[in-house]
């Protein structure tokens, strides 16, 4: 059973960074197109950014592209999500996942993060 496992959350305060990381325990992400997704209290979940195995990179929006690294390490079948400049608008429940129709994983707890003003 692939248990997406999620990290790296926490508070800060604004302009501040963290970096999370995503892991698919009992399985591999292989070559998929992994993304981060992120929840906001009272909101629907949205796409942050996503990685493909050949590097490509897809960001939400110019502003998450300025401030957000993502990156993947295959041989740690990890994904990686660094935010720096954060705002409190960042604030939101952040998740992992395939980013290609069908071939999802279910959703693990996510890690929250906490930016404040």
């Known amino acids: 059973q692939v248990q997406l496992v999620e990290s790296g959350g926490g508070w800060v305060q604004a302009g501040g960074s963290l970096r999370l990381s995503c892991t698919a325990s009992?399985?591999?992400?292989?070559?998929?197109?992994i993304g981060w997704f992120r929840q906001a209290p009272g909101k629907e979940r949205e796409f942050v950014a996503s990685i493909a195995g050949s590097g490509v990179r897809i960001f939400r929006s110019d502003s998450v592209k300025a401030r957000c690294t993502i990156s993947r390490d295959n041989t740690k079948n990890t994904v990686y999500l660094e935010m720096n400049s954060l705002k409190p608008e960042d604030t939101a429940v952040y998740y992992c996942?395939?980013?290609?129709?069908?071939?999802?994983?279910?959703w693990g707890q996510g890690t929250q993060v906490t930016v404040s003003s």
């Open positions: 996942n395939v980013a290609e129709d069908g071939v999802g994983f279910p």
């Open positions: 009992g399985g591999t992400f292989g070559d998929y197109i």
